[in-house]
């Protein structure tokens, strides 16, 4: 492993809600952004899970091959989804309850670095290199299978009710197919990884505006500033991160639902 993230990050509840339900984990090689569902109790415990089993293969990510880094993260998973059918098997009011989640984890191979992302749901994965912005991660709604399917328009798929359902989420139904993908990672890269609370707010005008801030912490403020200017109609987690040397073994840092683990 030759290089590390070099981390910013922030949960916060919103002006609307009145509890957390997000939840997020950061370490120098492994990033993660949940955002749970299912009602106020339910959402927390169930991103709480998910980052819960996230957290925990961080430390792993320096000490083994490409192929089980891999294999870690797509089976962790079924890890989730198994913890949270016997959670709702022991307490049926969390049925229905569930997450997304979002996962960015910085390897090397033959001296050149990767992220692998895996995600589910609508949270997001950014880079942004140079002058350009790309999202990274493909959202699982209903407005984004529309419009890959070609159906309708940008517009009409707007005005579709069910356009901010979830097509995908870790539930407990092992019904996920999950996508993993590898980006090759050049040195001044930086990423974004978010719940929809701010995603869902402003658009990616405004996330390439704070990104291109030199000083992360002060991108951070750009974007909590932005997502509070528009009411903050959600919970918001918000994670920099950019490419820098090694850095000593941390321990993961938990924010939001997870912070309270």
Known sequence: MSRSFLIAARSMTGLVRSGNEDSAVVHPQLLAVADGMGGHAGG????????????????????????????????????????????????????????????????????????????????????????????????????????????????????????????????GDMKNTPILTLYEVKEKDRYLLCSDGLCGVVDDKIIKTGLKLSDRESAMDFFIDSVFTHGAPDNVTVVIADIGPLSDEQAPTYLGASARE
């Open 44 to 171: 927390e415990v169930a991103s709480s899970i998910a980052i819960g089993v996230i957290g925990k293969l961080a430390p792993l990510i320096s000490c083994i091959d490409v192929d089980s880094i891999e294999d870690l993260l797509l089976n962790s998973l079924d890890t989730v989804n198994e913890e949270i059918s016997i959670t709702v098997e022991k307490d049926t009011a969390l049925t229905g309850m569930g997450t997304t989640l979002t996962t960015l984890a910085l390897y090397t191979v033959q001296e050149k670095d990767y992220v692998a992302i895996l995600h589910i749901g609508d949270s997001r994965c950014y880079r942004i290199r140079g002058n350009t912005l790309t999202q990274l991660s493909h959202d699982h709604t209903v407005f984004q299978e529309l419009i890959d399917q070609g159906k309708v328009s940008l517009e009409e798929a707007n005005e579709h009710p069910q356009k901010t359902f979830l097509t995908q989420a870790l539930m």
